[in-house]
């Protein structure tokens, strides 16, 4: 069985998929969280990409879906991505930013699954993680 196969199958039997929420800025934390959860969601949210990154290493199973700010304090977005697929390499991640546009993932050998700007409206949010954890 591969990774992928059994992170989707803990997902499946599991209860609700665990995404961890990372962004520096905790309005915006909460606000992932007044989306998602009332839809069955479980999060996890970090303000700090070092100590989301830290959970991410220990986690059984691992998060099914990861949403990470670009630009924050220590650590980008894609760096983020980057060790926790260097733990998982077939880890799930939207990248999320309000300061650079879709054309990074064209700059970077480092490939988000999606990417979303801000700001964004719900629905936007609600659509992307129900399409990447259908995939």
Same mark, same amino acid.
């Given at each position: 069985m591969n990774a992928a196969h059994s992170q989707?199958? $803990? =997902?499946?039997? %599991? %209860? /609700? /998929? #665990? &995404?961890?929420? =990372?962004?520096?800025e905790a309005m915006l #934390?909460?606000? $992932?969280? =007044? &989306? #998602? !959860? /009332? !839809?069955g969601y479980r999060l996890q949210t970090f303000r700090d990409p070092m100590a989301a990154l830290q959970a991410f290493t220990t986690a059984k199973p691992r998060p099914a879906l990861l949403l990470t700010d670009y630009s924050m304090h220590r650590m980008t977005g894609l760096d983020l991505i980057q060790a926790c697929r260097r733990i998982e390499p077939t880890q799930r991640a939207a990248l999320i930013s309000g300061t650079i546009g879709p054309e990074i993932m064209d700059q970077t050998s480092i490939k988000p699954d999606r990417f979303l700007a801000k700001p964004y409206h719900a629905r936007q949010l609600l659509d992307l993680v129900g399409a990447m954890l259908a995939s």
């Open positions: 989707h199958s $803990a =997902v499946k039997n %599991g %209860g /609700p /998929p #665990l &995404i961890y929420v =990372v962004d520096d #934390l909460e606000l $992932a969280c =007044v &989306i #998602l !959860q /009332p !839809q």
